[in-house]
């Protein structure tokens, strides 16, 4: 069974810091896509990324893709409350369309 | 432009009752899917279609199933519903695989 492991699973922090999620596994992705999860709502793509060790930037968040393409980060610089939210990595490992998503990292921003 | 469009967003079910989740998408995606969302689980692929005509099971096909008779419809048919379906379900679409739309949301009780 291919896994995608995101950690932290929570992160508190206030206003202005940085953070790093994690999202690893032991197969190699074609293809890895962030996405964004609000209450009641459906995941937003955030960004895909295709090749190893590609880097990608929106704004305050920073995207890499593992050399070995089994790994991926989301950094965010000076984060706003506005980026509080559940966040997703998603993973095609034999590039059929199908992701594997992780199981969330659910980030919280206090003012 | 709607993007993907599901209904109905709220239900209520007994146990051994059945129903259909609709879903539909205006953007000629090729690629549909049906998730279901369970607490700090992420996402599980239920079914998948490549095409009208086409379709084929995910990680967790057990109790449903569906049908893609246009490129634009995608349902899911609950067949003699269990508390173990209680979940929010996401349908989406993506053209070749690469960066999903998702509807918002079914939220499933059944009681």
């Known amino acids: 069974t291919q896994l995608l492991e995101q950690s932290p699973q929570f992160l508190s922090i206030q206003e202005g810091e940085n953070l790093t999620v994690y999202c690893n596994s032991s197969?190699?992705?074609?293809?890895l896509q962030w996405y964004r999860q609000e209450p009641g709502e459906g995941p937003v793509l955030l960004v895909t990324v295709v090749t190893g060790g590609e880097v990608k930037k929106l704004k305050r968040l920073t995207f890499q893709f593992g050399d070995a393409r089994k790994d991926s980060s989301l950094h965010i610089t000076a984060a706003q409350p506005g980026d509080t939210g559940l966040y997703l990595c998603a993973g095609d490992s034999s590039n059929t369309g199908k992701l594997i998503f992780g199981q969330g990292t659910t980030l919280q921003v206090k003012p | 432009n709607a993007g993907v469009t599901q209904t109905p967003k709220f239900r209520i079910l007994k146990i051994g009752q059945s129903m259909t989740l609709q879903c539909t998408q205006d953007?000629?995606?090729?690629?549909m899917y049906w998730y279901r969302q369970d607490p700090g689980m992420g996402l599980k692929l239920i079914y998948y279609s490549v095409g009208a005509g086409i379709t084929d099971k995910g990680e967790v096909p057990n109790g449903y199933n569906v049908s893609r008779s246009t490129t634009e419809d995608f349902p899911l048919r609950l067949e003699l519903a269990a508390p173990s379906q209680t979940s929010v379900y996401f349908c989406?679409?993506?053209?070749?695989?690469?960066?999903?739309?998702f509807g918002s949301g079914t939220r499933l009780t059944v009681v």
């Open positions: 953007m000629n995606h090729n690629y």
């Open positions: 989406a679409s993506s053209f070749g695989g690469r960066g999903y739309t």
């Open positions: 197969s190699v992705f074609s293809s």
